[in-house]
């Protein structure tokens, strides 16, 4: 990939005209700094599709420090990899790049540079002073070598750059040409998919999507250094509050979270590490969107974002999504920029105060149209980067455009099916409605370790409380005073056998629970009661014929809590409302046939204590 990586012999080298099949191709380099830059690259690969008469090949600078995961990049895209010094080497016809840095004055073609984030904001270090600059990609010592401007082509988003640019660096002025935001307008082509992409993400009715958004370094969110020096650890510091916070004030069935964060966080100090930082919350439900696919689809979905000076929250800002921001250092900033203005108008995060107060009022008096002025400086020609950029790219190669091709963009597509799932233990506060037909209000929070429980809103009634814990669960002592124990499985998983025989045996293994359930779909469960009772929970389609993806192991709370307060199990046949938040599901109670213990040693088992309890006089959490 570097300097030291052999050189390639196909299809350009020393010999290649021996071994190539397609020959006379124009030569296109993708030139990649790191995974953020790479990522921009892949959205406007597709603009070369269909064309025999162009090779894509794809090099890497070496020059960042920020390289892990780019190897794997290149790998999925299955393109010729050459390396920096070979590539120096080689004449292109065009070569792209999403960023400076590195010697990008050495290729031997003609050269266009995109961003790779929503225009240029940043102020960075110049490779040669190490002083600040303006901001990265529009000073002098970016922008020109011996005077002359590096790129043939410096690609801009909106006139505002133009003009940036005009009073950082004149000499580069000739080179801008405005071509849209191809990240943003496959970003616009999603919007209709919205719906579909919170379903995929597991945002289940009535709940509210909250993403964490983070760039990279010190003074992010992630980061948490205070305003002093970005090396020292900050005052400021809202990480570990905000993750704290989430489990604690937000209840699982109305607020799903997840986390969107930089590749450079993620290579930078290492996936494993970051799941690391990150585990007590990913136990409480918050998902963490991995760093190259998928995090535009997350901002389609949110509800709210958390964010800070990153292109995400400003992306997020730009399409309507209600931001509030947990860190914003304006000093990193140019303050022309629209990302600054950003930071001028979007309320902050605040440690003091409630978290979930916060989130609400954010969504509640958000105003679709209050950042409508920010939303038209991310592009001056939404959804025509496609047909621009390609028109650029060829035009720089002095050929015509493939005829009969129209030039798009990838569409962005549905994420794979991720439900929350929450392995901390649980503590459920309820509330019975009506005991006829039956209904019952539940809340429930994740408690994590030795984190401060929920406090209960002394204006909301909580009749009885019960603790549920997954048998995955890394706490498993918390599963010998359990209440519910909750087992998330295929229904024909041979490793566990098939629910009834589970629960079965679950109900030997820990005695002192009222009720198992082993969850075998998103929208059902199977049950087992202390008295032997085994049971279908299923919950009834929406009016759309969609199944009601509401969490299996609430509906099995409901049915516990309703029949430790003492009411028959028949009387909740054949169907019982829970309640979570705003959202009423409708679950279809079916008592099922229930084998009998295949030996008689197994059902020695059984002589373990039958007792239904009521957890608030137990309960192993924190209230």
């Known amino acids: 990939m570097t300097g030291g990586t052999a050189r390639l012999r196909v299809p350009v080298g020393e010999d290649a005209e021996r071994w190539v099949t397609r020959v006379g191709c124009r030569r296109i380099l993708l030139i990649v700094h790191n995974v953020t830059s790479a990522t921009r690259l892949l959205d406007v690969l597709p603009l070369f599709n269909s064309d025999v008469r162009v090779q894509l090949f794809a090099t890497c600078t070496g020059s960042s420090p920020f390289l892990a995961g780019v190897p794997e990049l290149l790998a999925q895209a299955g393109l010729p990899v050459l390396p920096w010094d070979q590539a120096k080497d080689t004449e292109f016809d065009l070569a792209v790049a999403a960023s400076y840095g590195g010697e990008l004055g050495s290729i031997r073609g003609k050269l266009a ?110 980061g948490g250094a205070g305003p002093g020096e970005a090396g020292e650890p900050g005052t400021d510091d809202l990480l570990p509050w905000l993750l704290s916070r989430l489990a604690a004030e937000l209840p699982a069935d109305e607020y799903r979270t997840t986390a969107v964060l930089h590749p450079n966080i993620w290579y930078g ?29 997350a901002l389609i979905a949110a509800d709210c974002v ?6 995400v929250t400003y992306y997020a800002a730009s399409i309507g999504i209600p931001v509030l921001l947990g860190a914003f250092p304006q000093e990193d900033l140019d303050p022309l920029s629209p990302v600054a203005a950003l930071g001028r108008t979007a309320p902050r995060l605040l440690r003091r105060g409630s978290l979930r107060a916060q989130i609400d009022r954010a969504i509640t008096s958000h105003n679709p149209g209050r950042y409508g002025e920010l939303a038209e400086q991310t592009s001056s020609s939404p959804g025509e980067s496609a047909a621009l950029l390609r028109r650029l790219f060829y ?58 429980g929920p406090s209960e809103d002394p204006a909301v009634r909580v009749d009885t409380a019960h603790v549920v814990v997954d048998e995955e669960t890394r706490e498993t002592g918390r599963l010998r005073v359990a209440d519910v124990v909750v087992r998330h499985a295929a229904g024909d998983d ?17 005695p002192y629970c009222g009720l198992v359930a082993y969850v075998d779909g998103p929208d059902r469960c199977v049950v087992r009661t202390r008295e032997g009772d085994l049971l279908r929970l299923s919950a009834a389609t929406e009016l759309d014929g969609r199944p009601d993806l509401g969490d299996p192991a609430v509906y099995a709370s409901a049915l516990h809590a309703w029949l430790a307060s003492g009411q028959p199990l028949d009387e909740a046949l054949p169907a019982i409302t829970v ?30 204590p039958i007792r239904i309890r009521s957890a608030p006089t137990r309960s192993p959490l924190p209230s």
């Open 113 to 222: 540079v995109l961003s790779h984030g929503m225009g240029y904001n940043k102020k960075l270090a110049t490779p040669d002073t190490g002083h600040r600059t303006p901001v990265f990609g529009m000073a002098p010592d970016w922008l020109l070598e011996d005077g002359r401007p590096i790129a043939s082509a410096t690609v801009l988003s909106h006139p505002e750059q133009l003009e940036r640019l005009r009073s950082a660096c004149p000499e580069a002025v000739p080179t801008a040409v405005l071509a849209g935001d191809p990240c943003y307008d496959r970003i616009l082509a999603a919007l209709p998919q919205r719906d579909r992409f919170r379903r995929a993400l597991g945002v289940r009715p009535g709940q509210r999507l909250i993403v964490i958004s983070s760039t990279w370094a010190a003074r992010s969110l992630f």
């Open 269 to 297: 100090h290492g996936p494993g590490q970051v799941r690391a930082w990150l585990d007590n919350a990913r136990r409480a439900g918050l998902d963490a969107i991995p760093p190259l696919d998928g995090w535009r689809q």
């Open 306 to 311: 958390l964010g800070d000076h990153s292109s």
């Open 395 to 452: 035009g720089l190669m002095d050929i015509p455009e493939p005829p009969g091709h129209p030039a798009l963009l990838d569409p962005l597509p549905l994420p794979p099916y991720t439900p929350a799932r929450v392995t901390a233990p649980v503590r459920v506060l309820v509330r019975h409605i009506s005991t006829d037909p039956p209904e019952l209000a539940l809340v429930r929070y994740a408690v994590v370790g030795d984190e401060p």
């Open 494 to 510: 041979p490793r566990l056998g098939p629910p009834a025989v589970w629960t079965s045996e679950a109900l030997d293994r820990y």
């Open 579 to 608: 309640r979570t938040g705003a959202t009423a599901h409708h679950v279809t109670v079916e008592l099922l046939p229930s084998p009998p213990p295949p030996t008689e040693a197994h059902a020695s088992g059984s002589a373990s």
